[in-house]
């Protein structure tokens, strides 16, 4: 699994889309995709947890996305201890944030929107952790406060 450790980011990205196209449509509103998302990242963070305590190999895999003389710019993955229990924490406080969410926001008009954001912020967040350069995890960190900024500002259609 820690091959493949690209998928723990992605599924949740993944959900964003599907939250953000499909959610109103759905019988829970999205919030359903979202936590099936983070549960599954979750059950992947705990494979790639446990093949880190059984093996303790550090994975590192990287893709050129291009390049000019000297200078490449790519994206990769790097996996070792702190990475591993990154994964855990990230993913089991998200899972419990979307299932707190679920009750919290019901009946909000801007739900499926909520869903959505959480989701890409839980991506934006396990792309930060798993980053093998600056420049991927800039966009990770940037992902974060974007989705921040969504999250918060998601309020402003309050009416006081």
Known sequence: MTQN???????PFVSFWVILFF?????????E????S???SLVMSVVVAGQWIANEEVVSRHLDWWKVGDVSVGAG?????????????VTFVSLMVHIYSTGYMHGDT???????ALSL?????????????????????EGVGLCSFMLIGHWFEEKN
């Open 5 to 11: 450790a690209w998928l723990i980011p992605f599924v």
């Open 23 to 31: 959610g109103k449509r759905m019988p829970k509103k999205g919030a």
């Open 33 to 36: 995709v979202g936590i099936l």
């Open 38 to 40: 983070v549960g599954a």
């Open 77 to 89: 993955v790097h996996i070792d201890g702190l990475t591993a229990m990154m994964f855990l924490v």
């Open 110 to 116: 801007r739900f499926t929107y909520f869903f959505a």
């Open 121 to 141: 912020f839980t991506a934006s967040m396990l792309n930060l952790v798993i980053a093998d350069n600056t420049l991927q995890l800039l966009v990770g960190w």
